[in-house]
């Protein structure tokens, strides 16, 4: 397969995932709403054994979902042929790290609907608060700066992809320090990330529109120097 047809089928498949991926979290936040904030034990135990179907498909959902962002975001790293540098080896790295934090997550819905013993709703439901925000301290920031480095190092994407991506990790890093001390994140913090997805989506769409535009320009390239 030439080259050129090659990178296509990568960035379109690639393309494909990233745009899969975030309509499946968004589905998992859609059909897995959670508990009521305050729940007590009983209530709990009681959502547990109403709503068990949505919470497990809502977490399977939220686990396959970021694995496709993260696959499509590693692509991207490939085609700017960035795996050799340091920020390639960032995005990476913090792919890892996103990835630990949403299935730590996953793993706190899906716990926390054990009702042996009684109080692993309430366990479950407050390390699962924990968790989200390391998203917002490293999960996030450690993806989109090393990413917002690469698209502008390179041609994969246009270079405004990397300044908002650069803008969106110091943005979830700074919303990380100041709740800090918050138990729990505000619906309006957490609706921020809301943000995110269009970005991936947007970015997902780019990358497709972009690798199906250079294939045609080579080709009419190849045309006029055969003709």
Known sequence: MP???????????AGVAGIAGVLMIGMSFGINTGPPIGASEQQLITFAATHSRPVLWGAW?????????MGFALTLVHLAN????????????GASILMMVSLAEVVCYM???????S????IGNAVGHVIQHLYFIVAAPAVF??????IRGSRVLPRVFGTLAILLGTAFFVLG???????????????????????WLSAAIALMLRSRTEA????????????
């Open 119 to 122: 109080s692993m709703g309430l």
């Open 145 to 150: 700066i090393p990413l917002g480095i690469v």
């Open 61 to 69: 959902l939220q686990s396959v979902g970021p694995l496709l962002i």
């Open 82 to 93: 960035f795996h050799n540098k340091i920020s390639g080896s960032l995005t990476l790295l």
């Open 111 to 117: 716990a926390a609907l054990d009702a042996v013993p």
């Open 177 to 199: 320090v100041k709740t800090l001390y918050d138990q729990i994140l505000s619906p309006a913090v957490t609706s921020f990330a809301a943000i995110q997805a269009l970005w």
């Open 3 to 13: 080259e050129n047809a090659s990178i296509r089928r990568t960035s379109l498949v």
């Open 216 to 227: 045609e320009l080579t080709n009419a390239a190849s045309v006029r120097a055969s003709s």
